[in-house]
T-cell receptor, first 116, second 110 residues
Framework: GEEVAQTPKHLVRGEGQKAKLYCAPI?????VFWYQQVLKNEFKFLIS????????ETGMPKERFSAKCLPNSPCSLEIQATKLEDSAVYFC??????????????FGPGTRLLVL | LAKTTQPISMDSYEGQEVNITCSHN???????ITWYQQFPSQGPRFIIQ???TKVTNEVASLFIPADRKSSTLSLPRVSLSDTAVYYC???????????FGAGTTVTVRA
């Protein structure tokens, strides 16, 4: 598609429950990025993929967060045993192959996760 | 990544030109300057990117002085729909992860 699609739009979980978020990148984009926006303007990089391979996972809280990008499937971000501080908007972005002048990242509308 | 400093907020009126200046004193030789715009309940949207001098597209202009320690995003003749948060990002073009600062909330009034 021409836009990054994210589902669901909203997600409510009780503390300790699992949350799974999905992202379909723009067709033809090789790179997928996940960001977390906790407070109004504060973004945190979580992880990036080059096709189905993890490219950079330096921002991932590895104890409870995991992510995948499998062929012919939406990418996913999963949080096991959610905590209150996981409440945030999670954005997915995709881009064409960097290094070829296509570094712009296109963001999806986000998934708003609320942990109660 | 070089850190950036930009005003927290700016107010303007329809039809005016809005200039947002971003300071990045520690910018490195390989760093580019990129601006994103975020409307409420939406993801950030790329506006413009530059390395030095001036870049212009259909949405905005980006002015970068010779020392590159700051940059100014110029939005000509803003409308109410330009009310958004504007982020200045500085980073190596091949450091694929983006590092967002606090951004500048621009409010355009009628």
């Amino acid at each position: 598609g021409e836009e990054v699609a994210q589902t669901p739009k909203h997600l409510v979980r009780g503390e300790g429950q699992k949350a799974k978020l999905y992202c379909a990148p723009i067709k033809g984009h090789s790179y997928v990025f996940w960001y977390q926006q906790v407070l109004k303007n504060e973004f945190k990089f979580l992880i990036s993929f080059q096709n189905e391979n993890v490219f950079d996972e330096t921002g991932m809280p590895k104890e409870r967060f995991s992510a995948k990008c499998l062929p012919n499937s939406p990418c996913s971000l999963e949080i096991q045993a959610t905590k209150l501080e996981d409440s945030a908007v999670y954005f997915c972005a995709s881009s064409q192959n960097p290094g070829q002048g296509k570094e712009t990242q296109y963001f999806g509308p986000g998934t708003r996760l609320l942990v109660l | 990544l070089a850190k950036t400093t930009q005003p927290i907020s700016m107010d303007s009126y329809e039809g005016q030109e809005v200039n947002i200046t971003c300071s990045h004193n520690n910018i490195a030789t390989n760093d580019y300057i990129t601006w994103y715009q975020q409307f409420p309940s939406q993801g950030p949207r790329f506006i413009i990117q530059g390395y030095k001098t001036k870049v212009t597209n259909e949405v905005a202009s980006l002015f970068i002085p010779a020392d590159r320690k700051s940059s100014t995003l110029s939005l000509p003749r803003v409308s109410l729909s330009d009310t958004a948060v504007y982020y200045c990002l500085v980073g190596d073009r091949l450091d694929y992860k983006l590092s967002f600062g606090a951004g500048t909330t621009v409010t355009v009034r009628a």
